[in-house]
C-alpha cells in the first residue's frame, strides 16, 4: 500500500507534472493500456508489412506483403520490402484500393488492435478520398431488367469506349475485310 507524501505542495506538483489525456471512451482508454503494456521495447522495430497490417491499413498481412513487393509502399520516399524495419517518425506512404494513404509512425505495434487504438499509432496526412459520385462505375444494369438488347449492348459499349464503329476490323471499318459471297450459279 502506497503512503500519500504529507506535503500537499508536493501532492501539487506530481498532479502538475503529469497532465491527463482527454476523457475517452473506458472501452478504448483500456485498449489503450493493454496495447502500451504489450509494446515493444527500446530498440525492438517491426516489419513494414506487420506493422500496416496491425494499424489497420490493410485487410491481411499477405496483402501487406504484396504490397510491398509490388511497389506500392515507400518510407521515406523510398520502396521498400516486406522485412524492412520501420522506426518511429518515418513517412508511409501506401497506394491501396485506388487511393493513396500517407501516414507517420506515432507508435510500433505487432499485434493487430482495434481501429480506435490503431488510429493512435499514425498521424493520418492522406489527401482526402474522392466523393463516391465521381468513381461511380459506367454502364451499370438496374437487377432484373433482363437480358440486354442489341440496342443496349452498343450503348453501353459506347459508353465504356469499347465498341467504337472506326476501330480497325469492325464492319463497315475503312480497311475491315468484306463478306464473301458465293457465286451465283
Known amino acids: 500500500m502506497a503512503l500519500a507524501s504529507q506535503d500537499p505542495a508536493a501532492d501539487g506538483a506530481q498532479e502538475a507534472a503529469a497532465p491527463e489525456a482527454p476523457a475517452a471512451d473506458p472501452g478504448t482508454a483500456a485498449a489503450v493500456a493493454a496495447a502500451e503494456a504489450a509494446g515493444l521495447a527500446a530498440g525492438e522495430t517491426v516489419r513494414i508489412d506487420s506493422w500496416i497490417w496491425a494499424v489497420r491499413l490493410v485487410k491481411t498481412r499477405s496483402l ?11 518510407v521515406n520516399g523510398e520502396r521498400v520490402k516486406p522485412a524492412y524495419s520501420v522506426r518511429v517518425g518515418d513517412e508511409v506512404r501506401l497506394r ?45 444494369r438496374d437487377r432484373g431488367t433482363g437480358r440486354p438488347t442489341k440496342r443496349d449492348r452498343r ?16 464492319p463497315g471499318a475503312p480497311g475491315a475485310p468484306e463478306a464473301r459471297r458465293r457465286p451465283a450459279p
Open 96 to 140: 491501396h484500393e485506388g487511393r493513396e494513404r500517407v501516414v507517420i509512425v506515432k507508435r510500433l505495434i505487432r499485434k493487430r488492435v482495434g481501429a480506435p487504438v490503431a488510429a493512435q499509432c499514425y498521424i493520418d496526412n492522406s489527401p482526402p478520398p474522392p466523393p463516391r459520385e465521381a468513381v461511380a462505375p459506367v454502364g451499370i
Open 64 to 74: 501487406g506483403a504484396t504490397a510491398c513487393r509490388g511497389g506500392h509502399v515507400h
Open 155 to 170: 450503348e453501353l459499349e459506347r459508353l465504356r469506349g469499347l465498341g467504337t464503329p472506326d476501330a480497325p476490323g469492325a
